[in-house]
């Protein structure tokens, strides 16, 4: 993605930009209107205007995140553009989530519908309604979430560290049909849900140290992994810091669905082990292992164990002072 060098930018060299670039196939998909009628709520008039321009998001979103890194850069704010940056992303996923919550609530009235229908006019015209606005909805809800992933690379570019949510996972998706049987329509809807939160595609295993600085070397053999394993997927141990945030960042930047397996705290010291487990249950194509705990020397074990072809890195392998 072309990185915006300018932090305001006239209405005219806005169009410009949007005239002359390409935009990106996942803005394209989630400013497409799928359906007709739109309504954000039962009160609203249903609508048939067009999506905000595919072209002209993505460029406001960037411009959201990027402009207070280059207002703050090389002043005595600089240090707090990372923290106003967070909470841009934030915006968006909170929002997300909110139009998620109302999505599933709206749902749950069409399933409600379905239960009750006899074949009269007036519940038919209901239940039809019901389902346009809960797909209003999930329209909505897709081009924000949109947004948000793109503010979250934005966030990544600029720091070299992954924007993480303070909870939940990030997911986005979209749906293609227009229009659909209602029955078909909730279950689409529950699988959409499934495969957001359970990327499909070979998983790739990756855990290492909180201690580690040399971001290359980890960066340059997950290149090479993706480059023979294109749909790849990544399931990392959820550490905030060191290894498992350099591969977050490479995830954000590169497109790879990410799995983060966090511990389950009710395991207690028996909790690092059992994600080891959880992680070789995915029957993982490859695994990258980089020294660090007690649980990465056990992950690596149960690798060897299994077979799986895999690389491993210690500290003295780093090409940089640790």
Same mark, same amino acid.
């Not at 067009?50 to 703050?72: C, G, I, N, Q």
């Not at 074949?119 to 015209?125: F, Q």
């Not at 072809?309 to 392998?317: E, Q, S, T, V, Y």
């Given at each position: 993605?072309?990185?915006?060098?300018q /932090?305001?930018?006239?209405?005219d060299?806005?169009? &410009?930009?949007?005239?002359?670039?390409?935009?990106?196939?996942?803005?394209?998909?989630?400013?497409?209107?799928?359906?007709?009628?739109?309504?954000?709520g039962?009160? &609203?008039?249903?609508?048939?205007?067009?999506?905000?321009?595919?072209?002209?998001?993505?460029?406001?979103?960037?411009?959201?995140?990027?402009?207070?890194?280059?207002?703050?850069?090389?002043?005595? =704010?600089?240090? @707090?553009?990372?923290?106003?940056?967070?909470?841009?992303?934030?915006?968006?996923?909170?929002?997300? &989530?909110q139009?998620?919550?109302?999505? &599933?609530?709206?749902?749950?009235?069409?399933?409600?519908?379905?239960?009750?229908?006899?074949?009269?006019?007036?519940?038919?015209?209901e239940?039809?309604?019901?389902q346009?606005?809960?797909? /209003?909805?999930?329209?909505?809800?897709?081009? !924000?979430?949109?947004?948000?992933?793109?503010?979250?690379?934005?966030?990544?570019?600029?720091?070299?560290?992954?924007? /993480?949510a303070p909870?939940?996972?990030? %997911?986005?998706?979209?749906?293609?049909?227009? %229009?659909?049987?209602?029955?078909?329509? =909730?279950?689409?809807?529950?699988?959409?849900?499934?495969?957001?939160?359970?990327?499909?595609?070979? !998983?790739?295993?990756?855990?290492?140290?909180?201690?580690?600085?040399?971001?290359? *070397?980890?960066?340059?053999? =997950?290149?090479?992994?993706?480059?023979? @394993?294109?749909?790849? %997927?990544?399931?990392?141990t959820a550490?905030?810091?060191?290894?498992?945030?350099?591969?977050?960042?490479?995830?954000?930047?590169?497109?790879?669905?990410?799995?983060?397996?966090? *511990?389950?705290?009710?395991?207690?010291?028996?909790?690092g082990? =059992?994600?080891?487990?959880?992680l070789?249950?995915?029957?993982?194509?490859?695994?990258?292992?980089?020294?660090?705990?007690?649980?990465?020397?056990?992950?690596?074990?149960?690798?060897?164990?299994?077979?799986v072809?895999?690389?491993?890195?210690?500290?003295?392998?780093q090409?940089?002072?640790?």
């Open positions: 993605m072309t990185k915006l060098t /932090s305001f930018r006239t209405a060299e806005i169009a &410009d930009l949007i005239a002359e670039e390409t935009v990106s196939p996942a803005f394209e998909n989630a400013f497409t209107e799928t359906i007709g009628g739109f309504r954000m039962y009160a &609203d008039e249903p609508t048939d205007a067009d999506m905000p321009l595919p072209r002209a998001a993505e460029l406001a979103t960037e411009m959201a995140v990027r402009t207070f890194f280059d207002l703050f850069r090389d002043t005595r =704010l600089e240090g @707090i553009a990372d923290r106003i940056a967070w909470g841009i992303v934030h915006s968006f996923h909170k929002v997300a &989530d139009l998620d919550a109302e999505a &599933d609530k709206a749902a749950l009235k069409v399933k409600d519908l379905i239960r009750d229908a006899d074949g009269s006019e007036i519940l038919t015209a239940l039809e309604e019901a346009t606005f809960c797909h /209003s909805l999930d329209e909505a809800r897709d081009a !924000v979430a949109c947004m948000r992933d793109y503010a979250a690379q934005t966030f990544a570019a600029e720091t070299g560290r992954p924007w /993480s909870r939940g996972s990030l %997911v986005s998706s979209k749906r293609t049909a227009a %229009v659909v049987a209602a029955t078909d329509f =909730l279950a689409a809807r529950r699988q959409r849900g499934i495969d957001a939160h359970a990327p499909q595609g070979p !998983v790739v295993i990756f855990s290492g140290g909180q201690q580690w600085e040399d971001h290359a *070397l980890l960066t340059e053999r =997950l290149d090479q992994i993706k480059a023979r @394993i294109p749909a790849m %997927v990544l399931a990392t550490q905030s810091k060191g290894c498992d945030a350099i591969a977050a960042a490479w995830a954000a930047r590169t497109g790879t669905p990410l799995v983060a397996f966090t *511990l389950n705290s009710k395991f207690g010291q028996r909790a082990f =059992l994600r080891n487990e959880q070789l249950g995915l029957n993982p194509v490859e695994a990258l292992v980089c020294e660090g705990s007690g649980l990465q020397s056990h992950l690596a074990r149960l690798v060897r164990a299994k077979g072809p895999a690389h491993f890195f210690r500290f003295i392998d090409r940089i002072a640790a």
